[in-house]
């Protein structure tokens, strides 16, 4: 059975970091693209970041561009995302999907995944 599980999040403080980490299991999910999403209390899903199947290829949203970083680790299986200078806007639960791509594609479209995770939630606050 597909499976994507997040961890790592948690209650950090302003200009903090943490690591989330979305490890799968059920399926080789080095064929998928991984992207990461939030959502806010009272807001839509958005997207985060992304990386291809071949790990050559990430986008990010404009909000987060040079503080998170995502990459995978295709032998465990498990792609990470290193958030840094967290702000009290990046509250939010935080899920990872999987979706069908080409080899160094991706995108942060919630339509372009099938596969979501539960979520781990992630508080910024002082």
């Known amino acids: 059975q597909l499976q994507l599980v997040e961890s790592g999040g948690g209650l950090v403080q302003p200009g903090g970091s943490l690591r989330l980490s979305c490890a799968a299991s059920?399926?080789?999910?080095?064929?998928?693209?991984i992207g990461w999403f939030r959502q806010a209390p009272g807001k839509e899903r958005e997207g985060v970041a992304c990386?291809?199947?071949?790990?050559?290829?990430?986008n990010y949203a404009a909000s987060v561009k040079g503080r998170f970083t995502i990459s995978r680790d295709n032998a465990k299986n498990t792609v990470y995302l290193q958030m840094n200078s967290l702000k009290p806007e990046d509250t939010a639960i935080y899920y990872c999907?999987?979706?069908?791509?080409?080899?160094?594609?991706?995108?942060?479209?919630?339509?372009?995944?099938?596969?979501w995770g539960q979520g781990t939630r992630v508080a910024v606050s002082s």
């Open positions: 990386i291809s199947s071949s790990g050559g290829t990430t």
């Open positions: 059920g399926f080789t999910s080095n064929y998928y693209a």
């Open positions: 999907a999987a979706g069908a791509m080409g080899w160094g594609m991706c995108d942060i479209r919630r339509s372009s995944y099938d596969y």
